[in-house]
């Protein structure tokens, strides 16, 4: 009973993050939303559900993926555009352990918060990242 209590509490989270209550209204629609947006139309659902969670999850972070690559190379060609070799190779390493601490914690999540963590967890977490190295970029 208190892991379906915990499920419900967390997509009302969810469902709420995703409808924008918690964003500016001049802000620009998240991915994740949009994704979730879109799948509820397309599917003809009335509300968010863990497939919508992990579809969307997963289509995210995929796309967060991709920028952290992006970033990861432009920090590359600025270590070796400022002579600092060690500076990436840094990096790289913390990239390493962060995805190994990444992996570890949304199993936790999963498995203590509920299912839709195992998907939610690491695009949160990749987001994050995403900030992260873009600070160390600029």
Not at 34 to 44: A, F, G, H, W
Not at 55 to 64: E, V
Not at 68 to 73: E, F, K, P, T, Y
Not at 93 to 113: H, M, P, T
């Amino acid at each position: 009973m208190k892991k379906l209590s915990l499920n419900g509490l967390l997509l009302a989270m969810i469902f709420l993050s995703v409808n924008g209550l918690a964003a500016p209204q001049n802000k620009t629609i998240d991915p994740y939303s949009q994704c979730v947006d879109e799948t509820i139309q397309s599917l003809k659902l009335n509300n968010i559900n863990n497939a919508v969670v992990a579809i969307c999850s997963d289509k995210t972070k995929a796309l967060y993926a991709k920028q952290i690559v992006r970033l990861l190379d432009q920090i590359k060609t600025q270590s070796r555009e400022y002579k600092q070799p060690e500076r990436y190779q840094d990096i790289m390493k913390s990239q390493q352990l962060w995805k190994n601490f990444v992996d570890q914690e949304c199993r936790n999540a999963g498995a203590y918060i509920g299912s839709p963590m195992y998907q939610f967890c690491p695009m949160q977490r990749y987001a994050e990242r995403l900030e992260q190295l873009r600070e160390y970029l600029n």
